[in-house]
């Protein structure tokens, strides 16, 4: 998990607990919901990088969805398909403290696999990925139907939480 996740994470899970929250919130960090990987990209300016990431947006946008990033990095449908098995098989079958079953999970992620994550639940398909914005520390709300084992998007990059010049706590 990158750091700034970790953190937004621990600050999300200490304002539940702070607020008495009704569930015990449990932090679980899962590789298959990191980022997207860049390949040779990784920790390269972005204005060094940003021509190719442009390109290969644009293949992607096109439906080749299986471009990978140059130097083993990753393409959506890669993504996606590690991601989604964990949501799957790790999260939404998992169990509370107290035992009962999961309704409400927080995935704290960065923006690539958010747009991969929510074009996907949306039924739309990768390749409308960049549509779906994604503002630093914005929530995004997807719902899980387990009678009809379909998610629902509910809300994308809702960002009014946020206060211009704020500390970054909730």
């Given at each position: 998990?990158?750091?700034?996740?970790?953190?937004?994470?621990?600050?999300?899970?200490?304002?539940?607990?702070?607020?008495?929250?009704?569930?015990?919130?449990?932090?679980?960090?899962?590789?298959?919901l990191n980022e997207m990987y860049y390949g040779h990209w990784e920790g390269q300016p972005i204005a060094n990088v940003f021509p190719d990431i442009r390109d290969i947006s644009s293949e992607?946008?096109?439906?080749?969805?299986?471009?990978?990033?140059?130097?083993?990095?990753?393409?959506?449908?890669?993504?996606?398909?590690?991601?989604?098995?964990?949501?799957?098989?790790?999260?939404?079958?998992?169990?509370?403290?107290s035992g009962d079953s999961v309704d409400h999970i927080c995935i704290v992620a960065h923006a690539r696999l958010n747009q991969i994550l929510i074009?996907?639940?949306?039924g739309k398909g990768l390749s409308?990925?960049?549509?779906?914005?994604?503002?630093?520390?914005c929530v995004n709300v997807i719902d899980w139907d387990p009678e009809s084992e379909r998610f629902y998007v509910?809300?994308?990059?809702?960002?009014?939480?946020?206060v211009s010049g704020s500390s970054g706590k909730l």
């Open positions: 998990m990158l750091q700034r996740s970790q953190q937004t994470a621990e600050i999300v899970r200490a304002e539940l607990a702070k607020n008495s929250h009704p569930r015990s919130p449990i932090l679980n960090e899962h590789e298959s992607w946008a096109k439906g080749n969805l299986h471009a990978e990033c140059p130097g083993n990095g990753e393409s959506p449908v890669q993504v996606l398909e590690r991601a989604s098995e964990c949501l799957l098989k790790n999260i939404l079958r998992q169990k509370s403290n074009s996907h639940c949306s409308y990925m960049k549509e779906y914005q994604q503002g630093n520390c509910r809300l994308v990059n809702y960002r009014d939480h946020i």
